[in-house]
């Protein structure tokens, strides 16, 4: 069992920037992938970062590639995730998400953090 806790979301203006942190209950989270995905109003849950806790191989989603920054603390068991260039379309609740390696699903979330851009 994996449980996870997020902190960072807020509220901040075109251009801005926020950190998001993600810090997993105690145990290693070595042969885990841990997501950051978000779901914007009306909108489906949409994945932006992933990597491999181990290697820390990391996916940027397109949308957010060159402006987000996926980073971890292995000592502290916590993930990050930079956010920069905030656009209006980046407002949504964030989630990070754990499974285990070469698992399709995501079985472990986060409450969610809520990051609102205003324009």
């Known amino acids: 069992q994996v449980q996870l806790v997020e902190s960072g979301g807020g509220l901040v203006q075109v251009g801005g920037s926020l950190r998001l942190s993600c810090t997993a209950s105690?145990?290693?989270?070595?042969?885990?992938?841990l997501g950051w995905h978000r779901q914007a109003p009306g909108k489906e849950r949409e994945i932006v970062a992933a990597?491999?806790?181990?290697?820390?191989?990391?996916y940027y989603a397109d949308a957010v590639k060159g402006r987000f920054i996926s980073s971890r603390d292995i000592y502290k068991n916590t993930a990050y995730l930079q956010m920069n260039s905030l656009k209006p379309e980046d407002t949504g609740v964030y989630y990070c998400?754990?499974?285990?390696?070469?698992?399709?699903?995501?079985?472990?979330w986060g409450q969610g953090t809520q990051v609102t851009v205003s324009s």
């Open positions: 998400a754990a499974k285990a390696r070469g698992s399709q699903d995501y079985v472990y």
């Open positions: 105690a145990g290693a989270l070595t042969n885990y992938v």
């Open positions: 990597f491999t806790w181990t290697e820390n191989k990391i």
